[in-house]
């Protein structure tokens, strides 16, 4: 597969970065990578609008932008975050016999990090590293619901409401009363929003700061499922949530 000649090129002025190279003028970039510095500078403005790379103001030298810290601890978040969830929703699923996701929040959207298969034999259109909207999920409803009032606005800014099932919510009013109703149960529903037969439940993970930094949830079919089953599953889900939010020191500070 041919490459992306402008994507190989901004990723190889990156790679000129390390401990030792902190800092360096766009001649020293355009040296080190055999290109034209008018090039160099067309590429070093495009990360640089991106949060990628920074121009220090000083001596007018580039170095890598907090993009790249951010980018970076959302993968150590998530592997460490999924090593520590693991065998608990692997009990979860074995508790329920139902499918169960751990999702964290990227941009606008959440991410799946890992998915236990249950036993009810629904097929579910979720897989790892998949994306999902946050409007139309019970984890994405966990993801944000839970942030300051500021937050939300910010992440709701410019927020498409794409319809995917007659129970879709398409825009903010009805988005934001949904919301209200999450913080007040404590938790989460997909009744059919994204995937008709489909319900999901799902709560929010908290870190050692009480920020919410993922969500997990169920996913059951809608056929044959009764008010008290659905209340013993949110009542597992909690204590499964709890257990991850605890590993990750909530509670503890």
């Given at each position: 597969?041919?490459?992306?000649q402008a994507v190989d090129r901004a990723l190889r002025i990156l790679d000129l970065f390390d401990e030792y190279d902190t800092e360096l003028k766009i001649t020293?970039?355009?040296?080190?990578?055999?290109?034209?510095?008018?090039?160099v500078h067309s590429l070093l403005k495009t990360l640089q609008s991106h949060g990628y790379i920074q121009q220090n103001p000083e001596n007018g030298k580039y170095r890598?932008?907090?993009k790249l810290l951010e980018r970076g601890n959302?993968?150590?978040?998530?592997?460490?975050?999924?090593n520590l969830a693991r065998n608990i929703l692997v009990k979860l699923s074995?508790?329920?016999?139902?499918?169960?996701?751990?999702?964290?929040?990227?941009?606008?959207?959440?991410?799946?990090?890992?998915?236990?298969?249950?036993?009810s034999g629904i097929v579910m259109y979720s897989r790892i590293g998949r994306r999902v909207p946050i409007h139309s999920s019970a984890v994405g409803k966990a993801l944000v619901a839970f942030h300051e009032p500021n937050k939300i606005k910010e992440i709701l800014s410019g927020y498409v409401y794409t319809k995917h099932t007659p129970?879709?919510?398409?825009?903010?009013?009805?988005?934001?009363?949904?919301?209200?109703?999450?913080?007040?149960?404590?938790?989460?529903i997909d009744n059919q929003e994204n995937e008709p037969g489909v319900r999901c439940v799902a709560v929010p993970i908290r870190d050692h700061s009480g920020?919410?930094?993922?969500?997990?949830?169920?996913?059951?079919?809608?056929?044959?499922?009764?008010?008290?089953?659905?209340?013993?599953?949110?009542?597992?889900?909690?204590?499964?949530?709890n257990e991850i939010s605890q590993q990750l020191g909530y509670g503890f500070c």
């Open positions: 597969m041919p490459m992306i020293e970039i355009s040296a080190r990578i055999g290109l034209h510095k008018s090039t890598l932008g907090l959302l993968v150590l978040q998530g592997m460490d975050l999924r074995v508790q329920t016999g139902l499918t169960v996701h751990l999702v964290i929040f990227d941009g606008k959207e959440g991410v799946y990090i890992d998915k236990v298969e249950g036993t129970n879709t919510i398409t825009n903010e009013t009805d988005f934001l009363k949904e919301l209200e109703r999450v913080r007040a149960m404590g938790y989460a920020e919410v930094v993922a969500a997990i949830s169920v996913s059951t079919p809608i056929s044959g499922l009764k008010n008290e089953s659905e209340d013993h599953i949110v009542t597992l889900l909690k204590q499964a949530a």
